[in-house]
């Protein structure tokens, strides 16, 4: 009998890692066979499994994988991992920590800008055709420089916005579970209860995990108390800000603007309500998508996967 481990990707990583697994592993990897999604049954023979795409993976499913040693996510939030169901299996379960908060805080602080400045209304009306002639009355934004940054869920990843938002001399307020009287004196940021965050801030952008806690923690009540003018921006998960509550409030202009990197569901259905609205700008979850980083957070995720085959503590365990 094989004693090489099966491992199953949910999609594709790079060749080389692909090519270094499979000295010592059967692989098989989502999109690149007639492979599907991850399933009980196809989990049920696997030794290890790398998540690339925020796969669901339930108490039920690992139930069904008596081999199972390892889950290697690759990303840093494993919201869609069952983390205590695995802990009570057994099975480790692995993240991308700390490598991607910048890549984030940079697509932050994109969001922001274009979102302020009309960046993305302003290149429809070019390719529409529509730039006749230079209209200074048209597309006026607001100002980034020398406003208020209200950071909600301050981690490493709203540690490094708020360095970005320095060099904008904009003024940092944060929200945390926990203050952080180091990072006050380090950056010169001021911590603020939430309400007053939101009623004081400019700009918002929102990063806390997602949890119970955290699940609609920006609803109809939040939006009112922003100012007008304000722009929100969620890089977090969808579901921290209520949706339903959102639309409402950009479709009568209760405040300027909003940029989402994430949505609920993910993806935005092509006829959701938001998407009719000039006031909000979506992508596609791409806040750690950079060439580099996403090249290391794959690594990280192989050496979580390997550490987990192998019986060696994981390098970075989500149970650290
Ligand atoms: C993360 O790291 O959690 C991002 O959402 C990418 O998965």
């Not at 066979?33 to 039920?60: Q, R, W």
């Not at 380090?186 to 700009?203: C, V, W």
């Not at 009719?276 to 791409?286: A, I, M």
């Amino acid at each position: 009998m094989s004693n090489r481990s099966k491992v199953f990707i949910t999609r594709p990583i790079p060749d080389e890692i692909v090519a270094e697994l499979r000295e010592t592993c059967d692989v098989e990897m989502w999109h690149t066979s007639a492979v599907s999604a991850p399933t009980a049954e196809k989990i049920g023979p696997l030794d290890g499994l790398m998540t690339y795409g925020h796969e669901l993976i339930t108490d039920e499913m690992m139930a069904a994988a008596p081999d199972l040693k390892v889950i290697a996510n690759v990303g840093v939030g494993y919201d869609h991992i069952d983390a205590e169901a695995a802990r009570a299996r057994g099975i480790e379960v692995g993240n991308t920590p700390g490598v991607l908060s910048d890549a984030t805080a940079d697509m932050t602080f994109a969001l922001l800008l274009a979102a302020a400045r009309n960046v993305v209304p302003g290149n429809r009306l070019v390719q529409a055709g529509d730039w006749q002639y230079y209209d200074p009355n048209i597309l006026w934004g607001q100002d980034v420089h020398g406003s208020t940054l209200g950071i909600v869920g301050m981690g490493r990843i709203g540690h490094a916005v708020a360095k970005r938002a320095l060099g904008f001399d904009m003024k940092v307020l944060y929200n945390k579970r926990t203050r952080r009287p180091d990072w006050e004196a380090e950056l010169g940021i001021e911590y603020a209860e939430l309400d007053d965050l939101l009623a004081r801030s400019d700009f918002v952008t929102l990063h806390p995990p997602m949890s119970d806690e955290t699940r609609h923690l920006i609803g109809t009540r939040e939006l009112g108390l922003m100012k007008s003018r304000a722009v929100l921006v969620n890089i977090a998960r969808g579901g921290v800000v209520d949706h339903d509550a959102l639309y409402e409030a950009m479709r009568v202009g209760k405040i300027t603007a909003v940029a989402l990197d994430v949505t609920e569901p993910e993806p935005i259905p092509a006829d959701h309500p938001l998407l009719t609205l000039d006031n909000v700008l979506v992508v596609p979850h791409l806040g750690s998508a950079t060439v580099q980083t996403r090249t290391k957070m794959v690594q990280m995720a192989r050496d979580n996967l390997l550490a987990g085959l192998n019986g060696r503590p994981l390098p970075y365990s989500v149970f650290q």
